[in-house]
């Protein structure tokens, strides 16, 4: 029974390792028939979905890189509740956290690769989102998009991120796992932790088909409404709860506060030694419990907007809330109230008129398509009605100022 216990934390990393190759050997199938441009990817993509085969790999590829991620996941987890992040363990624990990262780093950077509306428009809001690191974010986010939008200069570096960086790192971290974890390369647990997920993967495939929304058009490579992906969902409620703080400091809970949480557990078999440089379980327990918590409340949090990896459909608008009827002439004095509003609230992430950022879609003529002053005030005070986005409500700001930045807005022509 002993050695069972012991050998379950290697099988259960290195298993993630094996679900690894079978992804990115489809990768590899499924690129020799891939189109790495703004113009021909989506064709290319909806040809494989026409061949049996490719159709297959093609599954085989999609859910594999769905069951990474909730595996990556859930071995981080396993691996500190069982206590294996120590010193003694330091080469099991870096393998699994690379493991996860790499999982991430695959599904975001092929995201953008099949070339839908949501993709597109959902790789320049990530690009903007990163502009607003102070100092640096513009560098960063035309580094990204390889210029100002979307373009085939983007697919091109994204795709050669997903097919050669990101598995490099992958390759690091398997042989980081083997060195820690060899010894389990023969046991009986490696076997069912790669034959379980490997089978639900197969059946997936076999039954279901790779979600494909509609075709990019040209408007979609400088933005629009996105809904946030399963997979980035504790990402995007941080986002959300630091723009609460401040629309500019958007950044700071989508990407600092992860990158800070992952330096923290790649370190922690440096300050968490234990004894005999084992880390003690009741520490380990309880950040996994926290862990589940988080996640939790994560999903709670965006329970309207949330897309399951089987739904890729876009979001629909709020019914009721169209704004095809105007609501009459601006009232002058609410626009002027509105323009001070807007100043402190819009201008962290949208551009008014050269003014402010361009982490959403910009506004300066956003009164030519939206004359609807209700449709206008529900939109600031419940943007997750209208199908999902990274804008936070501005409900405490009540309903006279709602309805006074709503008359600006309208303005805005």
Not at 296 to 313: E, I, K, N, P, R
């Amino acid at each position: 029974m002993t050695e069972k216990r012991q050998d379950s934390a290697p099988a259960i990393v290195l298993g993630l390792w094996f679900l690894f190759v079978i992804v990115g050997l489809t990768g590899f199938v499924l690129s020799r028939y891939y189109v790495p441009e703004f113009e021909g990817a989506y064709a290319s993509v909806s040809s494989l979905r026409q061949t049996g085969w490719l159709s297959f790999v093609q599954g085989i590829h999609y859910f594999g890189s769905a069951a990474l991620i909730v595996g990556g996941g859930v071995s981080v987890l396993s691996l500190l509740w069982l206590g294996r992040f120590g010193w003694a363990d330091r080469h099991l624990w870096w393998s699994c956290l690379l493991a996860a990262l790499c999982a991430v780093g695959f599904q975001m950077t092929g995201n953008l690769l099949p070339a839908s509306a949501h993709d597109v428009r959902t790789a320049f809001t990530e690009a903007s989102i990163v502009r607003g690191v102070p100092w640096v974010g513009q560098q960063l986010s035309d580094a990204i998009l390889a210029g100002s939008e979307v373009s085939t200069a983007t697919f091109e570096r994204w795709y050669m991120l997903h097919l050669v960086v990101v598995p490099i790192l992958a390759l690091v971290g398997a042989l980081i796992g083997v060195r820690g974890g060899r010894r389990a390369l023969s046991s009986a647990s490696l076997r069912i932790v790669v034959a379980v997920p490997t089978l639900v993967v197969v059946v997936m495939a076999l039954s279901l088909q790779p979600p494909l929304g509609a075709a990019a058009t040209a408007g979609d490579s400088m933005g629009g409404t996105v809904q946030p992906m399963w997979y980035v969902l504790p990402m995007h409620s941080l986002l959300v709860a630091a723009q609460g703080i401040s629309p500019s400091a958007g950044w700071v809970g989508a990407i600092g506060l992860p990158a800070l949480l992952a330096l923290l557990a790649a370190a922690m078999p440096i300050f968490v030694r234990g004894r005999k440089g084992v880390a003690p379980r009741p520490f380990g327990k309880a950040i996994a419990i926290c862990g589940v918590v988080v996640l939790l409340l994560c999903a709670l949090s965006f329970s309207d907007g949330f897309q399951g990896v089987l739904d890729d459909s876009p979001p629909q608008p709020l019914k009721g809330a169209g704004d095809e009827a105007s609501s009459g002439p601006i009232d002058a004095r609410l626009a002027k109230v509105g323009a001070s509003l807007a100043k402190m609230h819009c201008l962290g992430c949208h551009l008014i008129r050269g003014e402010g950022h361009k982490i959403g879609p910009e506004l300066s003529h956003v009164g030519r398509r939206r004359q609807n002053a209700e449709s206008l005030v529900q939109l600031l005070r419940d943007p997750a009605k209208f199908g999902g986005t990274i804008m936070p409500s501005f409900s405490k700001l009540g309903d006279d100022n709602l309805r006074a930045l709503a008359e600006y807005l309208r303005s805005l022509r």
